[in-house]
């Protein structure tokens, strides 16, 4: 059964960081673009980031564009989201998605498959 695992949320202080990390399990994300996103209770979900199937192409949302830092190890079959210098309005539920394209894009109705979501709350 195709998972997606994300973990690593938590509470941060503002200014601070953390690593959010997607696991897959049931298939090889060799073959997939992954994308993160973020939800805030009743808003619309938003794209924060992608990269693309080898690696080679990432998106970043101007939001969070010098701060968040997208990767991959294929090897290890898991996507990361570094975020760093954290603030406040980073407050959300994260999710990953994966979409089975070599295209990394941002816009939700693109992917297929997503994880659970893990809740960062930026807060002192």
């Known amino acids: 059964q195709l998972q997606l695992v994300e973990s690593g949320g938590g509470l941060v202080q503002p200014g601070g960081s953390l690593r959010l990390s997607c696991a897959a399990s049931g298939f090889t994300l060799d073959y997939y673009t992954i994308g993160w996103f973020r939800q805030a209770p009743g808003k619309e979900r938003e794209g924060v980031s992608c990269i693309s199937s080898s690696g080679s192409s990432t998106n970043l949302a101007d939001s969070v564009k010098g701060r968040f830092t997208i990767s991959r190890d294929n090897a290890k079959n898991t996507v990361y989201l570094q975020m760093n210098s954290l603030k406040p309005e980073d407050t959300f539920v994260y999710y990953c998605?994966?979409?089975?394209?070599?295209?990394?894009?941002?816009?939700?109705?693109?992917?297929?498959?997503w994880g659970q979501g893990t809740q960062v709350t930026v807060s002192s």
């Open positions: 998605a994966a979409r089975h394209s070599p295209s990394c894009t941002r816009y939700v109705s693109a992917y297929n498959y």
